[in-house]
């Protein structure tokens, strides 16, 4: 199966909560991230949480990591129209590894 | 963090024709990585290039179709050769990225992305 794992749709009403979830199987990851894919854009890094950590909260983003379960799980608090994109979440083994990126999670923001 | 310049943002191009992608970086970096993400699909990792020796491929990706160049730490060439429609997709250099503490600030940055389309 594949390496890392996301659902591939989430529609979600402007204003509430968004969560976008990961699984992986790798327990070996070091640094787990989560971009941002803007129709017709690159890759913008959003987000990004180390092995040693359980959550981590950027303004309107938490990222909660369940090693135990190998579950990573992007919330965004207060979702607006401009959240619309595909969101990919990416973990590396050790520094100067690749990343490897999950199946991304197409975000649809209805007013 | 660091800044990539890719270019170009997008081309169609001809079968059997090459085109070669330009990135520069607005600092020095050790690895580079290239990325190829087909229509709908996530991102798949082409080879790593590191300054000095020859860049190391991923399974299912050779040099012969993909060649690359790092003449130096802020720049690299990704040349897509002998083009099929297949091979349309989007190409993308990544950089490691690091600010001070290397365990709080580790990343990776992206290029805006080449858009090829192969008719």
């Known amino acids: 199966g594949e390496d890392v794992e996301q659902s591939l749709f989430l529609s979600v009403r402007e204003g509430d909560s968004s969560v976008i979830n990961c699984t992986y199987t790798?327990?070996?990851?070091?640094?787990l991230y989560w971009y941002k894919q803007e129709p017709g854009a690159g890759l913008q890094l959003l987000t990004y949480i180390f092995s040693n950590m359980d959550m981590k909260q950027d303004q309107r983003l938490t990222v909660l990591l369940n090693k135990k379960d190998k579950h990573l799980s992007l919330r965004i608090a207060d979702t607006q129209t401009g959240d619309s994109a595909i969101y990919f979440c990416?973990?590396?083994?050790?520094?100067?590894?690749?990343?490897?990126f999950g199946g991304g999670t197409r975000v649809l923001v209805k007013p | 963090s660091a800044v990539i310049s890719q270019k170009p943002s997008r081309d169609i191009c001809q079968r059997g024709t090459s085109l070669t992608i330009q990135c520069q970086v607005d600092s020095q970096v050790t690895m580079m990585f290239w990325y190829r993400q087909q229509p709908g699909q996530s991102l798949t990792l082409i080879a790593t290039?590191?300054?000095?020796?020859?860049?190391?491929?991923e399974s299912g990706f050779v040099i012969d179709k993909f060649p690359i160049s790092r003449p130096n730490l802020t720049f690299s060439t990704l040349t897509v050769s002998n083009m099929s429609p297949e091979d349309s997709s989007i190409y993308l250099c990544?950089?490691?990225?690091?600010?001070?503490?290397?365990?709080?600030?580790?990343?990776?940055?992206f290029g805006s992305g080449t858009r090829l389309t192969v008719v």
């Open positions: 790798d327990s070996s990851s070091t640094y």
């Open positions: 290039a590191n300054q000095g020796s020859e860049a190391t491929y």
């Open positions: 990544s950089v490691e990225d690091q600010e001070g503490d290397r365990v709080a600030n580790y990343g990776y940055t």
């Open positions: 990416a973990l590396v083994k050790a520094a100067g590894n690749k990343l490897t």
